[in-house]
């Protein structure tokens, strides 16, 4: 999902940093409230962080010949709610594009609002929608992991498409080629990331239950974890 | 890991493996126009665009680039292992805090 440097036309690349900056600004104040009014969550925050941190480092193989690295967004969308993750992914991606050559500064709006806005709240969508659909926690938690990932390549796909229009078929064929490459790639590695996060989330409700309850995440209604005969549902 | 859960972690492991190994067989079979597999589906995207529209020039370059694809996958590898090393490190802490936290509740009734 990581458009390369000076591969989007200025005006693209200013209308995509102009869209983001909101989003990003109102994300990073969010995160310094959120260690100032619930700093027994910072740790979980660091969780979050360093998740994206990770998935977006590896580049995965996929059944299309080609790889593709996950975003881990939609854990910290679910724990934290959206505008957290539009900073924290924010740095991810400044990180790569300054040090890695990956990504860029003139695409990082474009990219944030990919990777960092559309996908966290896609997640954060998916995770509301199958928790009141009655989808137990776990589904959600997946489907947030997997549609983040998602929604995030095909946004990458419609900013490419809108930006290099086909001479034929036009903006709806260019995107379709884009999808082609990102959507098809990512449709296995998103199941995957889904199930890392539902592995990671199992972790987090065992070491970190009263920080979960504190975020809405977990009902304060079980059992304490020290009793071994009854467990959440 | 203790209760009923509807899939067991070790079965989503797995599954994680599982895919990856149909991914691999699957996708090996597939090169692309230079004959390499598993190229990066976001220079595949570039590769596109150069191929789609030949007169369209990057307009500013990155400001610091990886001299070569070692250095480069080694600082990904770099960032993955901080990212891997926090994510550790924050699940222990939590980890001992819940075992202080228990050892506090359970020694006045021992004592």
């Known amino acids: 999902m990581h458009i390369a440097e000076g591969f989007l036309p200025p005006v693209h690349a200013a209308a995509w940093t102009v869209a983001a900056a909101p989003f990003v600004i109102h994300g990073g104040r969010a995160v310094v409230r959120q260690v100032r009014d619930n700093p027994q969550t910072k740790l979980l925050l660091g969780a979050a962080g360093a998740f994206t941190f990770v998935l977006s480092a590896i580049k995965l193989p996929s059944v299309t010949g080609s790889s593709s690295h996950p975003t ?69 938690v997946f489907a947030a992991m997997s549609l983040a990932d998602l929604a995030t390549y095909c946004t990458t796909s419609m900013q490419l498409g809108l930006a290099f229009p086909d001479p034929e078929t036009g903006v709806a064929g260019a995107v379709a080629k884009f999808l082609s490459i990102f959507a098809v790639t990512q449709i296995p590695l998103a199941i995957v990331e889904g199930l890392v996060g539902v592995l990671l989330f199992r972790i987090l409700r065992d070491v970190a239950r009263p920080e979960l309850i504190s975020l809405g995440v977990l009902k304060d209604e079980q059992p304490a974890p020290s009793d071994p005969t009854r467990t959440e549902a | 890991m203790r209760g009923r859960r509807r899939m067991p972690s070790v079965l989503l492991l797995v599954g994680i493996v599982a895919i990856f190994a149909l991914a691999m067989v699957l996708g090996s079979t597939r090169a692309d126009d230079s004959g390499e597999t598993f190229v990066g589906s976001d220079s595949a995207a570039t590769a596109q665009i150069e191929q789609d529209n030949p007169g369209y020039k990057p307009w500013f370059t990155p400001v610091f680039s990886p001299s070569s694809g070692e250095v480069e996958s080694g600082l990904f590898a770099l960032q993955a292992a901080a990212g891997a090393g926090v994510l550790g490190y924050v699940i222990g802490v939590m980890r001992g805090r819940r075992r202080a936290e228990a050892a506090a509740v359970v020694r006045p009734d021992a004592a």
């Open chain 1, 72 to 140: 881990g967004t939609g854990l910290g969308a679910v724990l934290f709610r959206p505008p957290v993750m539009a900073f924290l992914g924010t740095v991810v991606l400044l990180f790569q594009a300054l040090l890695l050559a990956h990504g860029g500064l003139t695409t990082l709006g474009a990219n944030a609002f990919s990777m960092a806005i559309v996908g966290p709240w896609v997640g954060y969508g998916a995770y509301r929608l199958v928790g009141r659909l009655g989808g137990g926690l776990e589904v959600s």
